[in-house]
């Protein structure tokens, strides 16, 4: 292969590799991008990465399979295609590379293939990964939408993987708020996978980002789907489990999560629930992950300390928590059923019978009691 520049390379590199081989980036640190490729071109094996005979012969082995591959790989073809598709080509050093991905050391990607408006690294910088089962239950979809919508109102980006169920809620949640949403693709980024969801795609092309590690025109494999996870986590500030039975790529998310330091929490569900299995090992882990209910719950986990604290749920307020405590207390001594005199309240109340009959005329008049035979009763609203 003719000699070609560091972003050719990596664009080269990523069509000719697997996401996030670490021998692939220790190259890349050792000899540049075009060095890499170059070493992988020619079978040279760097003194520094095989201190024994054993290990440059297993790395001369994934050179030769790397070589192998080249002759598939068509890097000017594949950015020909992104510029037609309004994409883009990402590498470590650009502005809108994500430094937090270099937290993945030699598992962190070449480079990143990009589809939609937003810039990366700016939208992820306020970002939380919302996923979970793609065979979700209709409470999980909801509360994945509703999270979606409560963090895109609160300008929190919402990163997932584009897959059915909780995935998809997620995305449509933030797109319905009109805020910031990623998709991390296991594909190429004008491949839609899954077909269902291609009008989520498109849209998203359209008004946020879609994200893929592989060329375009690349089709899933199974094995991606697991790789791309490490994505996801690093891209955002925390992860947000919703679904997820015992084996789930979400516990992927969340145990590369956990690896990179970022916060991981789940949404609590019914515990005949087999799609909220995984959510509950998560909560019982040591360390466990952080349970919550809504998205301000959310923003206190990965917000700024002090700063982005939840506020406590509001109790509901009943009719009798307006009364003043004396009438209240009034009120209390009614029997659930049937009547009671004054003179047998005012005895329960502790009060005279004069003021109890003020209170009596005060709590008539607010509905609570009403006249019956015998005396006074509580009215059917007061019971409820």
């Given at each position: ?9 990596r ?9 996030g081989e670490s021998?692939i980036?220790r ?8 060095g890499?490729l ?6 040279t ?5 095989a201190?024994s005979?054993?290990?440059r012969?297993?790395i001369a082995?994934?050179?030769e399979?790397w070589?192998?591959r ?6 000017e073809?594949?950015?020909a ?11 470590p050093?650009?502005?809108e590379w ?5 937290d993945?050391?030699?598992e962190r990607?070449?480079a990143?293939?990009?589809r ?7 939208t ?12 979700a239950?209709p409470y ?12 895109a109102?609160?300008?929190w980006?919402v990163?997932?993987g ?12 933030a ?5 910031p949403?990623?998709a991390v693709?296991?594909?190429g980024?004008d491949?839609p996978?899954p077909a ?5 795609f498109?849209?998203m092309?359209?008004?946020?980002l879609?994200v893929s590690?592989s060329?375009?025109?690349t089709v ?8 791309r ?29 956990q690896?990179?330091g ?7 569900g019914?515990?005949t629930a087999?799609?909220?299995?995984g ?6 882990d ?7 209910t ?9 917000g700024?300390i002090?700063a982005?604290?939840a ?6 307020v009943?009719?009798?928590d307006?009364?003043?405590?004396v ?7 009614f029997?659930?059923?049937?009547a009671?005199g ?6 329960k109340?502790?009060?005279d019978?004069?003021a109890?009959n ?8 607010a509905?609570?009691?009403?006249r019956?035979?015998g005396?006074?009763r ?7």
């Amino acid at each position: 292969m003719a000699a070609v520049n560091d972003r050719t390379a990596r664009a080269v590199l990523c069509a000719i590799a697997e996401p996030g081989e670490s021998l692939i980036n220790r190259l890349i640190d050792h000899s540049g991008p075009a060095g890499a490729l170059e070493n992988i071109c020619t079978g040279t094996v760097p003194d520094e990465l095989a201190p024994s005979p054993h290990d440059r012969a297993r790395i001369a082995a994934r050179l030769e399979h790397w070589r192998i591959r080249l002759a598939t790989a068509t890097p000017e073809q594949d950015l020909a295609v992104t510029e037609h598709l309004n994409c883009r080509l990402v590498c470590p050093g650009d502005t809108e590379w994500p430094t937090t991905l270099d937290d993945l050391g030699d598992e962190r990607p070449y480079a990143l293939w990009l589809r939609g408006p937003d810039d990366l690294r700016h939208t992820c910088l306020r970002s939380v990964a919302v996923v979970g089962a793609r065979a979700a239950s209709p409470y999980g979809l909801r509360v994945a939408a509703e999270l979606g919508a409560e963090l895109a109102e609160r300008r929190w980006a919402v990163v997932s993987g584009g897959a059915l169920g909780i995935d998809s809620a997620a995305h449509k949640g933030a797109l319905a708020a009109d805020g910031p949403t990623v998709a991390v693709f296991a594909n190429g980024v004008d491949v839609p996978y899954p077909a269902s969801n291609d009008g989520l795609f498109t849209e998203m092309a359209r008004r946020a980002l879609l994200v893929s590690e592989s060329p375009p025109g690349t089709v899933p494999q199974r094995l991606r789907f697991l790789v791309r996870n490490r994505v996801i986590a690093a891209l955002s500030r925390g992860t947000v489990v919703v679904e997820a039975q015992r084996r789930s790529g979400a516990l992927s998310t969340a145990a590369w999560a956990q690896r990179l330091g970022r916060e991981v929490m789940a949404v609590p569900g019914p515990v005949t629930a087999a799609t909220s299995v995984g959510c509950h090992r998560l909560l019982r882990d040591h360390p466990p992950a952080v349970l919550i209910t809504r998205a301000e719950e959310v923003i206190e986990a990965v917000g700024r300390i002090g700063a982005d604290l939840a506020p406590d749920p509001e109790a509901p307020v009943l009719p009798r928590d307006r009364l003043d405590p004396v009438t209240r207390s009034v009120l209390e001594v009614f029997p659930s059923r049937g009547a009671a005199g004054p003179a047998q309240l005012a005895a329960k109340a502790g009060m005279d019978l004069a003021a109890l009959n003020a209170k009596l005329g005060l709590l008539s008049a607010a509905g609570f009691i009403e006249r019956a035979n015998g005396g006074w009763r509580l009215t059917a609203a007061a019971k409820s």
